[in-house]
């Protein structure tokens, strides 16, 4: 009888570029960061939209991160290694699905890198909404620090904002942008 060792035992996935998607997963209530360790060890690459924050605590003040989005995280890779996580190392997550055809929800490159990089920018210009938005004009940032993020015009407190929707998943919102600082897509 043969017993494998730990580092063995860890397989990494040797995916190819050419057939890579983005795809949001639920995941069990509290199970985010332990899903995001599984998939760190397994070489998938996966974002888990978090932020710092300073809270009071008994001894002091602490720094913290705190999950945005709680009970999902967004993950990389091929069709076949999507499938793979569920069945083969029974990853306890469900991905969305299009409501149209009811396939696994694949969210455009493009999309998900002005959601990455608005969160990442800043936590504190933005706000994190699970709700539909009346759909506006699709606009592009061409001036300032958020410039080539691409959204949707919406007002929103009273103020021009540009949300970046992932359908069917979540929206984010910047904080007010001048108008002169977009341009329309057409």
């Known amino acids: 009888m043969s017993v494998e060792t730990g580092a063995s035992a860890k397989k990494q996935f040797m995916v190819t570029s050419d057939n890579l998607n983005w795809y949001a997963a639920y995941t069990r209530v509290n199970q985010e960061l332990i899903i995001k360790k599984k998939l760190d060890e397994l070489g998938i690459e996966n974002y888990l939209p978090q932020e710092e924050q300073v809270r009071d605590t008994p001894l002091g003040r602490k720094k913290i991160r705190v999950i945005l989005i709680h009970g999902m995280i967004f993950i990389r890779t091929d069709k076949a290694t999507s499938f793979s996580l569920l069945n083969d190392y ?22 998900m890198q002005d959601f990455m990089f608005l969160l990442d920018f800043s936590t504190e210009g933005v706000e994190v909404l699970n ?9 592009r940032v061409i001036k300032g620090s958020l410039q ?25 919102a910047t904080s007010f942008i001048p108008g002169s600082f977009l341009e329309k897509i057409e």
């Not at 029974?90 to 999309?111: A, F, G, T």
């Open 148 to 172: 080539g993020l691409e959204g949707e015009l919406v007002r929103l407190k009273g103020h021009k904002r540009v949300v970046v929707r992932l359908e069917g998943v979540a929206s984010i």
């Open 90 to 111: 029974l990853l306890n997550i469900v991905y969305l699905k299009d409501r149209e055809n009811r396939h696994s929800l694949i969210i455009p490159d493009k999309q």
């Open 131 to 139: 709700k539909d938005l009346k759909r506006g004009d699709r606009v």
